[in-house]
Every structure is written in structure tokens, then in C-alpha cells.
């Protein structure tokens, strides 16, 4: 039973931050252009599957890739009050 579940592809996403621009500022883009946002160094990352909470964790370098290391697995209880 457990292989029919196995191979459900899922969404999972990592927010590493957020900020709030408005449309004409985002026309002025180009190439090299940064965002500033709301999450600094250390911080943590709320880590979705499907939109859903299910850990928080840290950004890191793994030889020269970005990645996340899991600090704290939410339950489910904790992921509906969030």
C-alpha cells in the first residue's frame, strides 16, 4: 500500500523572505537588480509542502549550492494553528 503513495509528486517550497513593491517600481527592474527583504541572516525559513507548514529551518551553502537544514519539524496540530 505504502508505494502507492511514494510516487505523489509534491510542491514543496522554502520562503526565504518577502517584501512588498509597487508595479511601477517592479516596470524599473533589470537584470543584477536586488530586493531587499523583510527576513535577515539567521532568521528562519518556513519550509510548505502543498502551502502547507511542515518545518522551519536555515539557509545554507553546501559547496557553492544553496540549501536548507531542517531545524524543527511542525506537527500537525501546530501547522493548522499557523
Do not use: Y
Not at 503513495?5 to 537588480?33: A, N, Y
Not at 541572516?41 to 510548505?48: H, I, M, P, R, Y
Not at 545554507?60 to 511542525?74: A, F, P, Q, S, Y
Amino acid at each position: 500500500m505504502s508505494d502507492l503513495i511514494t510516487d505523489v509528486p509534491l510542491k514543496v517550497s522554502v520562503e526565504v523572505g518577502s517584501v512588498r513593491v509597487l508595479v511601477r517600481d517592479i516596470l524599473e527592474w533589470s537584470e543584477g537588480t536586488t530586493l531587499k527583504l523583510t527576513q535577515c541572516t539567521g532568521d528562519s525559513l518556513a519550509v510548505k509542502v502543498n502551502d502547507r507548514l511542515v518545518a522551519k529551518g536555515e539557509l545554507v551553502l553546501v559547496n557553492d549550492r544553496l540549501g536548507v537544514r531542517l531545524t524543527e519539524i511542525i506537527s500537525a496540530i501546530e501547522s493548522d494553528e499557523a
